[in-house]
């Protein structure tokens, strides 16, 4: 079956925002009088988990610290400062998208592919992000973006892709997903997907059984060869 649609994730994948995502949880939790600190090697581990608030959850069983002591809600306000630091961040500059994701966001466009978003960060980030790198075009750019609040189970669990796939109406084998971790990549084949990994800053020693192929970034991807393969 031809080629129809590019599903994406986000973090790692467009762009590499992972350490703009552990610079706004410091900016949370010093705002909060908390004495966490999250070097690069813990957030390497805590990326395992995916979502931001199952993160904190996890850092603090990580710590003994129970979940009578830290409620769920305390955990959500937390996390929705953190996404505001985020969002400011990200708004203040700096961030691009990783080598070549333009060129193949665009030249999809240009052969009539659709274009959609799976990805287990919050709707907040996501829009954020798009407005900063597209501008005027983000609105139009993506059919469809499935966040982490539109499903009950995130990544690796395949719920994020089987939500693009409904709104798109359009079976697996029509549809080429990217991503850049393990996690990504399970959750993408869960939904019977062909997966291009491109590794990132944090998921470079991660393994890819099953990837389409792994790439060091989407300059090295030949839309055209894929479109070929039907």
């Known amino acids: 079956m031809p080629i129809a649609a590019l599903i994406f994730d986000v973090d790692g994948t467009l762009a590499e925002t992972e350490e703009i995502h552990r610079a706004a949880f410091a900016d949370a939790f010093a705002e909060a009088g908390l004495p966490w600190r999250w070097d690069v090697d813990l957030y390497r581990d805590l990326l395992k988990t995916t979502g931001g608030k199952e993160r904190i959850r996890r850092f603090l069983d990580m710590r003994g610290i129970s979940a009578s002591t830290v409620s769920d809600e305390a955990i959500a306000a937390l996390h929705a400062r953190k996404t505001a630091f985020y969002g400011t961040r990200v708004a203040e500059g700096g961030l691009a ?3 070549g994701v333009e060129r193949v966001l665009r030249e999809a466009r240009t052969r009539g592919l659709r274009l959609a978003i799976a990805t287990t960060t919050s709707r907040p980030n996501i829009e954020t992000l798009l407005d900063v790198v597209f501008g005027a075009e983000a609105a139009d750019l993506f059919e469809t973006l499935v966040c982490g609040e539109d499903v009950a189970v995130k990544k690796p669990a395949p ?28 959750s993408a084949r869960g939904a019977g997907l062909a997966t291009i990994v491109t590794p990132s800053l944090y998921t470079g020693h991660e393994t890819f059984d099953g990837a389409a192929a792994i790439l060091e970034n989407l300059e090295a991807f030949d839309l055209d060869v894929w479109l070929r393969r039907e």
């Open 97 to 99: 998208l990783r080598p």
């Open 159 to 186: 719920d994020a892709y089987v939500e693009a796939l409904r709104r798109l109406d359009l079976p697996a084998e029509a549809c080429l997903a990217f991503e850049d971790s393990a996690n990504g990549l399970a």
